[in-house]
């Protein structure tokens, strides 16, 4: 089990420009989550898989954001036209649905837009 | 609406106790949980509770009152690596899987 995995690690991008993000999650799981995490806040829902299928998405998740799982795997979360308001964590978790069921986090993905 | 209130700070010396409290007020409820978060790392998994009493792990335990939306973290026998915020979350249940977070409460742990 080498848990939930994130690339880039890093992301430094300018104003107007587009960016991709991967999240590779534990391989048995089923669920897959986004989550954004500005400094001095918990991390806020974006949108959640389940398998390849996108169930639930945030407000917060503009039409600048899309998000695909297309095999059940590995997932993408892509920014169109960045914000500096973008500027912030982009966590993955993922889990398996239960009556206990735990989210399990990735490293996260720190974007800077200049 | 939804809110969890968490305090911002708290500071302990090693070999203390302390007690992180978490209020929430959801629409629905289907699990609380604490997590553990250092400063740039990812948030990792402390605890989990649904009904109301103590889970006790280790140095850590958690507590759940379901009638009063409070719960508690307790970490004993402080060490310096303890220190790290520390986020309490719920599953609302009704607005969907997602968890709901707190801002956090960074502990600052002193020799």
């Known amino acids: 089990d080498t848990g939930v995995s994130q690339n880039p690690r890093h992301k430094i991008t300018k104003r107007g420009q587009n960016v991709t993000f991967r999240c590779d999650p534990i391989?048995?799981?089923?669920?897959l989550y986004w989550y954004r995490q500005t400094l001095g806040q918990g991390p806020e829902f974006l949108t959640y898989f389940q398998n390849e299928a996108q169930l639930e998405k945030s407000r917060l998740l503009s039409d600048r954001f899309s998000a695909e799982r297309p095999k059940g795997s590995f997932s993408t979360l892509e920014i169109q036209r960045t914000e500096q308001g973008d500027s912030a964590m982009y966590l993955c978790?993922?889990?398996?649905?239960?009556?206990?069921?735990?989210?399990?986090f990735g490293p996260g993905t720190r974007l800077l837009v200049l | 609406g939804q809110n969890i209130d968490q305090p911002t700070e708290m500071t302990a010396t090693e070999g203390a106790i302390v007690q992180i409290n978490c209020t929430y007020q959801t629409s629905g409820f289907n699990g609380l949980f604490w997590y553990q978060q250092h400063a740039g790392e990812a948030p990792t998994f402390l605890s989990y509770n649904v009904l109301d009493g103590l889970e006790e792990k280790g140095r850590f335990s958690s507590f759940l009152s379901r009638s009063k939306g409070y719960s508690y973290l307790l970490l004993k026998e402080l060490q310096m690596k303890d220190s790290a915020s520390y986020l309490c979350a719920v599953r609302d249940g009704k607005a969907g899987t997602a968890l709901i977070f707190g801002k956090g409460t960074t502990l600052s742990v002193s020799s």
């Open positions: 978790a993922s889990s398996w649905e239960g009556l206990q069921e735990t989210q399990y």
């Open positions: 391989s048995e799981h089923n669920r």
